[in-house]
């Protein structure tokens, strides 16, 4: 109680106390303190100076690491060190506002050149970096350009937050840094946003101005077409960057760089390298999941991020069967940060006051400020000079008369007496004066002399071509352009960015939308997205190739020829569809046509280097083959090694992926599978002891897929069929190909002989018989290596793939073949595959 009493006896105001209280009016506080605030945020912490694009805070940063010797030839120190300097001296706010800046300063996905070499943990594109006790850092070498010449007085230095150190207004800024990294900055009441440029585009359009200071904005944009981003992409539409380039103000639309692979045999897939300005992978994927989702984006089974250090960037969207990559694409473009749009706003500081420029204004501020850099560096190095020559000739006065020099300094009773003897008596400054007097006694040697009579000469050149530069123009700016060559030359890097007047659309994507249906003012519809089921040709190559092709037009002769381009099998069928393929160990796979890759539309032969490999699109068993393609809804003839027919009927299961369509003996295979509807298809077996056979596939009974077959033909001991097919009994195009060789030979060292010959001299014999001679061997022939009977005319395929006519000897069926001049690695028909031929 007494307590409170005495406290509140306390509080009493004294006797002489008079109480002052001023009304103010609130409005006009808050304006006031609101634009104090306002101007506080533009000029001292958001917005960058348009002469070296930084804001104060980075400046700061880079002053600090520089004035701490933090080299890029010395170590990295931690980052909490240069955070902790640069707050304690330079930069009075929060800790964590000083390691955003400089962990952006470091990040070469953020700026086109970095200032800062850090070690460590510096943050992605989706992760924030490690903490500022976990990092280390130090200047990249294309900081010092920003750095250099501090110390010649270039630039002005004003007081820190606390009046006791001094810092750099502005830096030097040997390049256009604002430009070449851009910048991102909001303050109260205005925003800046640019984007990097390519350093070697924006110092040679740097140069043009210095060499043409009336240069136009269209003379700028020869040199700078547009921006140039860290991580690549594509920007499509440059009328937004034009109207920025003007106004200051613009947008523009980047995309990812994109390609159409084959994943795998089966699948397709999108392969993402290279994303817009600030975007990273895992928000692609979540925005492409949540899109899905919402059943926005249809056509996509999976993404897959498979970006690493090595390889960089490499974002894979696998794609179901069925839908159109190119129109996947489109959505996208449409529903993802795939395709994003960049503003542009160029508010900076000029003059202590912010200002929107264009691009001829800002790089007009940027040669502004270099050449007064470079004067004011020029000045304070003629002075430097000057004063040193001052001082070498006062000495030089010395020594010619050192010994009167000597005796007047030892008989002064103080250094001033001897001092002002010295002035008065050789006519010496007291700068001079002074400097004499603190010489060294080795400086007197008669070697010294001629060292400072040649330092003389040098600086009166120095000082000579010093006062140039001061006095001429155009010295100053050809000095300025040569240092900004030199650093173009030291740390320019191709363009990553490719620019585009409009969207690049492939062939593919082209010949789509031309046939689609127009859409509203003779505008053309939208992409499919899911594949349409239109006619096409399944082929398989003999050397194992298979592909599809995009439409159904005939096969012709024209176009480039390749090893593949020898078909095995042709099957007329549907985008949509399905076919049959069998194999050498008698069982037939349901094969999904949409799943085989598309060749692209070309005129004449598709060329089969385009497809893919059997094996890794078939699953095949150990020692298995792929025979043939097959239509499912047909009756097949089936050739075997040991020479055994069979037909099946087409009562294949439904709910089946495989299932075997011939009950083979030991060491048999089959060898070849024809369709042979009807009752005017005659069947062919080819020995390889020059025998053939030829009968009515009426005599051979359709049988159920799980037969054995019966006696096609009857081989001699050692013998085996080489060639079995089904050709149209009337057919007078069809004939019989022959080549015959030695056993003994490797395959593809002797050309051999060759023998064609009309299908109709062969008669038909009865099934399970020995047949006719089809081929007379000439001296050192024992064998046929290859055979063929079908649909003419016939032609030969050579190890480099080159298509060629054979010789025709329409004579007798057991005459021997004409010599051929390369081996003959396939036979098949003449490639000029339509309705009749298939």
Not at 7 to 13: C, D, H, L
Not at 244 to 255: E, V
Not at 769 to 792: I, N, P, Q, S
Request: glycine share 8%; with cysteine; charged share 25%.
């Amino acid at each position: 109680m007494a307590r409170s009493q005495k406290s509140a006896r306390t509080a009493e105001p004294l006797g002489d106390f008079t109480e002052n209280i001023v009304d103010i009016d609130v409005t006009s506080e808050m304006e006031g303190s609101f634009l104090e605030y306002a101007y506080s945020v533009i000029y001292s912490r958001a917005l960058p100076d348009a002469r070296d694009g930084l804001k104060p805070v980075q400046r700061r940063i880079l002053y600090m690491m520089s004035d701490m010797g933090l080299r890029p030839d010395r170590g990295h120190v931690k980052s909490a060190r240069v955070v902790g300097e640069v707050m304690g001296k330079l930069h009075p706010h929060g800790d964590t506002a000083i390691y955003d800046a400089m962990v952006r300063m470091a990040q070469d996905f953020s700026l086109r050149l970095p200032l800062i070499d850090g070690h460590g943990n510096f943050g992605s594109l989706d992760d924030g970096p490690a903490a500022p006790r976990y990092t280390e850092a130090r200047l990249a070498a294309a900081a010092l350009t920003m750095t250099d010449h501090l110390d010649e007085d270039v630039v002005d230095f004003v007081p820190n937050y606390d009046n006791q150190l001094t810092q750099p207004d502005v830096l030097p800024a040997a390049f256009p840094n604002l430009l070449v990294n851009g910048t991102t900055g909001i303050a109260v009441g205005m925003a800046t946003n640019m984007p990097p440029h390519n350093l070697v585009e924006v110092i040679a359009a740097a140069r043009h101005l210095i060499a043409n200071p009336d240069a136009t904005l269209d003379d700028i944009m020869r040199f700078i077409p547009g921006p140039d981003l860290p991580t690549g992409g594509r920007i499509v539409g440059l009328d937004g960057i034009r109207d920025a380039y003007a106004t200051g103000r613009g947008s523009f639309k980047t995309r990812a760089k994109v390609e159409v692979e084959q994943l795998s045999a089966r699948r397709t897939g999108l392969v993402v390298t290279e994303l817009p300005y600030m975007v990273g992978p895992e928000k692609v994927i979540e925005k492409i999941k949540d899109a899905v989702n919402a059943k926005k984006l249809t056509g996509i089974s999976d993404v897959v991020d498979l970006t690493d250090r090595n390889h960089g960037l490499r974002l894979v969207i696998e794609l179901k069967n069925g839908f159109n990559p190119n129109a996947v694409l489109q959505q996208l473009y449409r529903y993802s940060p795939m395709e994003d749009s960049f503003g542009i706003n160029n508010v900076t500081l000029v003059d202590g006051q912010p200002q929107t420029l264009g691009l001829l204004q800002l790089l007009q501020v940027y040669v502004e400020h270099r050449l007064t850099v470079v004067r004011r560096r020029t000045s304070f190095r003629l002075g430097k000079k000057k004063d040193r020559l001052h001082l070498v000739e006062g000495l030089l006065i010395a020594i010619v008369d050192i010994d009167e020099v000597i005796q007047i300094i030892r008989s002064s009773d103080e250094a001033s007496a001897a001092r002002e003897r010295l002035m008065s008596i050789y006519d010496l400054t007291e700068i001079q004066a002074n400097y004499i007097l603190e010489l060294r006694l080795r400086q007197l040697t008669k070697y010294s002399r001629l060292e400072l009579e040649k330092e003389q000469d040098e600086l009166r050149r120095e000082i000579e071509a010093l006062e140039a530069i001061l006095a001429s123009d155009e010295l100053l700016r050809d000095l300025v352009s040569g240092e900004l060559a030199v650093v173009a030359e030291k740390y320019g890097t191709p363009r990553r960015t490719v620019l585009l007047e409009s969207e690049a659309v492939s062939p593919t994507v082209a010949a789509a939308l031309a046939a689609s249906t127009p859409g509203p003012k003779g505008k053309a519809a939208a992409l499919p997205l899911e594949i349409p089921d239109d006619p096409c040709w399944a082929l398989l190559s003999v050397s194992g190739q298979i592909a599809r092709t995009s439409n159904q037009e005939p096969l012709a002769e024209a176009g480039p020829r390749a090893k593949h381009d020898v078909f095995r099998s042709v099957v007329k069928t549907t985008a949509r569809g399905e076919i049959g393929a069998v194999t050498s160990q008698g069982r037939m796979l349901r094969l999904q046509v949409m799943d085989m890759p598309v060749l692209p539309p070309m005129s004449g032969l598709p060329n089969l280097a385009g497809g893919v490999a059997a094996k890794d699109f078939i699953t095949l068993l150990k020692g298995e083959t792929l025979v043939a393609f097959v239509p499912l809804d047909s009756i097949l003839a089936i050739g075997t090694v040991q020479g055994v027919v069979k037909r099946v009927l087409p009562d294949y299961p439904l709910n089946r992926e495989d299932w075997e369509i011939i009950a083979l003996k030991d060491k048999d295979s089959v060898l070849a599978v024809e369709p042979a509807q009807g009752d005017d298809v005659d069947l062919v077996f080819v020995t390889r002891q020059a025998q053939l056979l030829r009968f009515s596939a009426s005599n051979v009974r359709p049988q159920g897929r799980t037969a054995g077959g019966m006696a096609g033909i009857k081989l001699a001991a050692g013998d085996d069929v080489i060639h079995f097919g089904a050709v149209r009994a009337n057919d007078p195009a069809a004939v019989v190909v022959t080549i015959a060789g030695t056993t003994g030979a490797l395959p593809g060292t002797a050309p051999g002989t060759a023998k064609v010959t009309a299908f109709e001299e062969y008669p038909i014999k009865g099934r399970a018989t020995g047949g006719v001679r089809v081929h007379r061997f000439l001296k050192g022939e024992d064998t046929l290596l290859l055979a063929w009977a079908g649909h003419g005319p016939a032609k030969a395929s050579s190890a480099a793939g080159v298509a060629r006519a054979l010789p025709h000897e329409h004579g007798r069926r057991d005459g021997s073949g004409v010599p051929l001049s390369q081996p003959v690695e396939a036979i098949g028909p003449s490639m000029a595959w339509d309705e009749s031929a298939s």
